[in-house]
């Protein structure tokens, strides 16, 4: 054996693991080579001095500390087992409950009116139904709310024309002071515009009948808001009235306009209009007066109202 | 079943009958080896008593599981040195052991008990503790388990899951890393060659 050799078996030597042949042959080799005894000497005396490092303590309350650890994780495991075991029983039934209350937490969310934003604006067929029935003996209960209301089918049925529609919003000053700004294009029709209802009448003198208009819109407590002349000779009037006054509106607006149409067509209903218009023309008449009365009132304070578009179109 | 020589048998079975007296009394038994190798190991005696803890707790839980196959200790030491050995230190307390370390006497080293300790002595167990410290890791649980311990080679290989020549290896080389810096340590100079 060299001195590498035998350099590699030192630890089992020296923990006596060799056979007593390879022990034999260490010796053999030990006593003619100074260097490896000087180190197996060493190593055997270093073994010595690790073998006689003091034990390391515990502090005194190491019992209590582990004894501690094992309640609490004792603990944290029964609670899991309450909870999760046995799994392939408790599992499927949390998760079951768990997507049971998402599922209605949901459904109750979208059905309340308060919570939900579709259920604010969405009216059924029925309560829309009811409207329009209670629309002329009562302001409707929800008032206020249809204010709010965005898009309904009385709205979606209105007669529209794209140029008469875009003239009579720019002159819609006065209406935004009750109501809510549309807040997004989608919803800018859904959001504040309560319905408006289009009545049309066929007239001789459509300028006459304008001033007709704001008389009665004045005895009735009701204001012009706007008026237009889009297509040149139809005159669109916005009008605003309380709802009690609607029926009366209509009603006073038909008799009118029946009655001059007749007597329009007549020769001397032709002259006398044209002079009435003439004195109408030069003087403050009752009609303007009136007019101004209309324009003036504000019965939004008392009750609900109603917005009316009026369409005279010139009769041929 | 080794469980008829295992010198702690009868603790075994009492604990797996339910016995928390006879679990006190295994504590009581092996808590200062296990504080040794995980001290030896972690180089901070405080991460060092929390491991020893949850080591007997792992014995705690595991114990319904042990069949006798091996003896007690070997499986104690096995949970001790996989705990060591998996041990994640933060990267501040590791930098602070090894400060420590380099700088003044090994933490974990106390040689308060004997005044009349030769100081030669003593600085020759304080050389000794930062020779041991300083040994790569799988190198320095060989060491700790074998001499310090008292293992057998084939515990060892148990204890780590290795092979038997791996242990010789290993120990070998530790043997040989812990004497050269004892040797540099007492004859920087060249002037004392040889341990007395």
Not at chain 1, 188 to 212: M, N, W
Not at chain 2, 138 to 144: A, G, K, Y
Not at chain 2, 161 to 174: D, F, K, M, P
Request: glycine share 6%; aromatic share 6%; proline share 5%.
């Amino acid at each position: 054996m060299n001195c590498q050799e035998v350099k590699e078996l030192f630890s089992d030597y020296l923990d006596h693991r060799l056979s007593p042949m390879n022990i034999a042959l260490i010796h053999e080799h030990l006593k003619v080579c100074p260097g490896c005894s000087q180190e197996v000497a060493e190593l055997r005396k270093t073994l010595s001095l690790i073998g006689s490092l003091e034990e390391i303590q515990t502090s005194p309350d190491f019992l209590g500390k582990v004894l501690r650890k094992i309640e609490r994780e004792k603990r944290i495991r029964d609670l899991w087992s309450w909870f999760f075991e046995p799994i392939r029983v408790k599992v499927p039934l949390e998760i079951t409950a768990l997507l049971l209350v998402s599922v209605l937490g949901f459904y109750l969310y979208e059905r309340s009116p308060e919570l939900s934003k579709e259920g604010r604006v969405r009216l059924s067929q029925e309560e829309m139904q009811m409207r329009e029935d209670k629309a002329m003996e009562e302001p409707p209960r929800a008032k206020a709310l249809e204010r709010e209301t965005t898009k309904t089918e009385s709205y979606a049925t209105v007669k529209k024309e794209p140029e008469a529609t875009a003239g009579l919003e720019a002159r819609r000053l006065s209406e935004a002071e009750s109501l809510e700004a549309p807040k997004e294009e989608g919803e800018r029709g859904l959001a504040a515009v309560p319905p408006v209802q289009v009545v049309e009448f066929a007239a001789v003198d459509v300028i006459a009948y304008e001033r007709k208009v704001n008389l009665i819109l004045g005895e009735l407590g009701g204001r012009l808001i706007s008026q237009e002349r889009p297509l040149g000779k139809t005159l669109v009037l916005m009008v605003e009235l309380p709802w009690s006054r609607q029926g009366q509106f209509l009603a006073a607006l038909k008799e009118e306009f029946r009655s001059k149409s007749d007597f329009a067509r007549s020769p001397e209903g032709a002259s006398a209009l044209s002079k009435e218009n003439l004195q109408e023309k030069d003087t403050p008449s009752a009609a303007e007066r009136g007019l101004d009365r209309a324009r003036k009132a504000s019965p939004l304070l008392d009750e609900p109202t109603v917005k009316l578009e009026l369409r005279i179109l010139p009769k041929e | 079943m080794l469980q008829g020589l295992d010198p702690d048998g009868d603790l075994i079975q009492k604990i797996q009958q339910g016995e928390q007296l006879a679990f006190n009394q295994l504590v009581l038994k092996y808590r200062h080896r296990v504080m040794g190798v995980a001290a030896r190991m972690l180089q901070d005696p405080i991460e060092a008593e929390d491991l020893a803890q949850d080591v007997f707790v792992k014995v705690y839980h595991s114990l319904k599981g042990f069949k006798g196959e091996a003896l007690f200790s070997t499986w104690l030491y096995r949970i001790t040195a996989n705990s060591c050995l998996n041990h994640r230190k933060s990267r501040t307390r590791e930098r602070q052991a090894k400060k420590a370390l380099d700088e003044s006497e090994p933490i974990l080293f106390d040689d308060t008990s004997d005044p009349h300790v030769a100081l030669e002595e003593k600085e020759l167990k304080v050389c000794l503790e930062k020779a041991i410290q300083a040994l790569p890791q799988e190198q320095r649980i060989v060491l700790i388990l074998r001499d310090i311990e008292g293992l057998s080679y084939e515990g060892i290989a148990d204890s780590l899951g290795v092979e038997l020549g791996t242990v010789r290896s290993r120990l070998h080389r530790a043997r040989l890393g812990v004497q050269a810096s004892i040797k540099k340590a007492f004859s920087p100079d060249g002037q004392r060659s040889e341990i007395q």
